[in-house]
């Protein structure tokens, strides 16, 4: 089966292909001609290598994401499995099965943070709805991090992402997001909540700032 491109980002490109009679996703990293060669080429082997790990570590960890077929450090590439079905954000979109989702979301980022690891692009976009599981994909700006900060920005992106999507509806997703989490994290997660609220209030402190300074 030939590859065919299914997305092109500002790292990476995605090829849906065939590997050994199975579907599968290449994520190769291209080179960037406004970098230096040398340091472009040994940056995207470091990114190829680190989000294999998280990938392997998250499922260790007991988080569904794509199997790991190959990792070509000289290609920059990952291949992986092909999850099938909707992105988490097409099905709240459409009003499906929401608080099952949203809870299995939050288990899936409680087992990450559990074990020190942040995803670091947590929107519904990069989850998929398959054989009733929450598939995280795209672990390229991912971390292993255990700070509290850390994780409260990765809570903090799924909030952003939900109010870009449902803003009227984002609170109370939100609240079944961290009924999820608190499932697997217990009774750290009141600390991790309390971050999400100091960074919500630092960025608009900033923002506040930037209207002042416009005056």
Known sequence: M??????????????????????????????????????????????????ASLLLAARRAGVSVPALYCVDVVGSSITMEYVPGPTVKDLLVKGMGVEEVMKATGRSIGKLHLKGLVHGDLTTSNMIWSAGKVFLMDFGLGEFERSLEAMGVDLHL???SLESIIPLKARSLFKQVVE????????????????????????RYVEARKLSSRK
């Open 2 to 51: 030939p590859s065919s491109l299914i997305k092109k980002g500002a790292e990476a490109e995605l090829l849906l292909t065939d590997w050994y009679g199975l579907p599968a996703v290449v994520k190769r990293r291209v080179p960037k001609p406004y970098r230096r060669a040398d340091f472009d080429r040994a940056l995207r082997r470091y990114r190829t290598i680190r989000e």
């Open 158 to 160: 799924m909030l952003r």
């Open 180 to 203: 999820g989490y608190r499932e697997v994290m217990g009774s750290q997660t009141s600390a991790v909540v309390e971050r999400v609220k100091l960074i919500r209030f630092r960025g």
